[in-house]
């Protein structure tokens, strides 16, 4: 009897405790991809506060340190190709993230798909940091 007192705490204590999830550490958290790719180079910050991401920034840059989504003219081109431009689409990204707290679920963009397969890895990197609190820069291994 006693032992199946104890497993019932056990239970009970994982279930309100969270045993199976590992909260994520206040703090700022950063992945990049290991390459760059048409000359650029995508990465995810996210802000952590109370095992909660309250902000995150995914863009790309250039050898420079130069942001995709401020180039009007990649954006012009893009936007005639494919119907969405680095601005529009790295927000939507970043929103969903914010809402879903998971890579799970996330949409992809008509337009962005590239962008949004890194987007995943990306955010699963940045999760994983935040769960051991480490800052360190992750590098997100490109697909070649």
């Given at each position: 009897?006693?032992?199946?007192?104890?497993?019932?705490?056990?239970?009970?204590?994982?279930?309100?405790?969270?045993?199976?999830?590992?909260?994520?550490?206040?703090?700022?958290y950063t992945a990049e991809m290991s390459d760059f790719s048409?000359?650029?180079?995508?990465?995810?910050?996210?802000?952590?506060?109370?095992?909660?991401?309250?902000?995150?920034?995914?863009?790309?840059?250039d050898e420079s340190g130069y942001i995709k989504a401020w180039?009007?003219?990649?954006?012009?081109?893009?936007?005639?190709?494919?119907?969405?431009?680095?601005?529009?689409?790295?927000?939507?990204?970043?929103?969903?993230?914010?809402?879903?707290?998971?890579?799970?679920?996330?949409?992809?963009?008509?337009?962005?798909?590239?962008?949004?397969?890194?987007?995943?890895?990306?955010?699963?990197?940045?999760?994983?940091?935040?769960?051991?609190?480490?800052?360190?820069?992750?590098i997100v291994q490109s697909e070649e």
């Amino acid at each position: 009897m006693k032992k199946i007192i104890c497993m019932g705490l056990i239970c009970v204590m994982c279930l309100l405790g969270g045993c199976s999830s590992q909260k994520m550490k206040d703090g700022f958290y950063t992945a990049e991809m290991s390459d760059f790719s048409h000359g650029w180079k995508e990465y995810l910050c996210i802000m952590v506060k109370n095992d909660t991401i309250v902000y995150a920034e995914f863009n790309a840059k250039d050898e420079s340190g130069y942001i995709k989504a401020w180039d009007n003219a990649y954006m012009e081109r893009m936007s005639s190709v494919s119907g969405t431009y680095p601005n529009e689409y790295t927000r939507a990204y970043v929103a969903q993230l914010i809402e879903k707290q998971t890579s799970g679920g996330i949409d992809g963009v008509s337009g962005a798909s590239s962008s949004g397969g890194n987007f995943l890895k990306l955010t699963d990197a940045v999760i994983e940091q935040a769960k051991k609190g480490d800052s360190c820069i992750t590098i997100v291994q490109s697909e070649e």
